[in-house]
């Protein structure tokens, strides 16, 4: 862990001077901030090579929002009630994954099966699918959700009723979806403990197969909900859609397909669940 800590500590450095830098330079600031996490991730990048662990990547996918829309806060100096509900949201959803991460973390020498199996399948261009697939494309896809909540951050425009009504949904929204995952992630924990091998069809996994990445995709859509109260639809709706299409296209189908090759009851279970809901 004080491993981990140190090494996203180097990267959020390396980040910050980076952004500090370009930003002096006259660099528009969200372009900034995309250059200082890519910065960011290669050096977590860097270090899963010295380990030869690409897990180390794994709790950036949550902490660097929280922390990103915190420090945006200070940058743009705007401080209004969407900022604050964003803030609050953001902050808990963060805390409830890296959490979930944590409670999971098995030691710097093990490595998420994923990534094994690309390891063991492409030996020849694994490096390259390490870098461009595995750690900078999660990057590039978080930030574009993340684009709806720094608008939302830079608009200090006072509210009317209903666009006030419409950000606290929005907030609402991410609530729930951390909070749904929150109680998803006891309840597989518990079962998997209690029945090891077996096909956890309790509580919110009885209604879908993959509640958790049902409250992920949701709390992105919360997220542009809150940006959409101000600003309506527009291409800033894009970061939404391109998390939602990582789930259904590539997390959901490579869960499902280790699922089914590894529980025999998983089969049955899947003609009688639904995906998300």
């Known amino acids: 862990m004080a491993l ?6 180097l990267a959020g450095v ?7 830098w370009l930003t002096m330079q006259a660099m528009q600031p ?17 270090f899963g090579l010295l380990y030869e662990n690409v897990s180390v990547y794994d709790p ?20 209004s009630v969407p900022v604050i509900l964003l803030l609050v ?41 390490n870098l461009f697939g595995l750690n900078m494309m999660p990057t590039l896809v978080v930030f ?22 419409i950000c606290v949904f929005g907030c609402i929204v991410c609530l729930a979806s951390a909070t749904i995952q929150l109680i998803a992630d006891k309840q597989s924990h518990d079962f998997r403990a209690a029945h090891p091998g077996q096909v956890c069809n309790v509580g919110l996994w009885k209604h879908g ?19 959409a109260s101000l600003n ?6 894009g970061g939404a859609i391109a998390m939602t299409a990582l789930f259904l296209g590539i997390s959901i189908p490579l869960m499902e397909k280790r699922q089914l090759a590894n529980k025999p009851g998983y089969a049955e279970y899947r003609k009688q669940t639904r995906m998300l809901i």
């Open 4 to 9: 981990i800590a140190a090494i996203y500590a």
């Open 30 to 46: 969200i372009a900034a901030l995309l250059l200082a996490d890519v910065l960011a991730t290669i050096v977590v990048w860097a």
């Open 232 to 237: 309506g639809i527009d291409m800033y709706i």
């Open 60 to 79: 950036y996918w949550s902490v660097f929002p929280p922390i990103a829309f915190l420090l945006w806060a200070f940058h743009t100096g705007v401080w």
């Open 209 to 227: 197969r993959h509640p958790n990445y049902f409250g992920e995709i949701q709390f992105w859509w919360g997220i542009w909900i809150m940006y």
């Open 144 to 165: 574009a959700a993340m684009l709806p909540g720094l608008k939302l951050m830079a608009n200090s425009q006072q509210l009317t009723a209903t666009q006030t009504i």
């Open 14 to 20: 390396a980040g910050w001077l980076l952004f500090d």
């Open 89 to 129: 949201a953001s902050w808990y959803w963060g805390w409830r994954l890296t959490r979930n991460w944590a409670i999971t973390f098995k030691g710097i020498g093990h490595e998420d099966w994923r990534y094994t199996k690309y390891r063991d399948r492409h030996p020849l261009v694994f490096h390259v699918i």
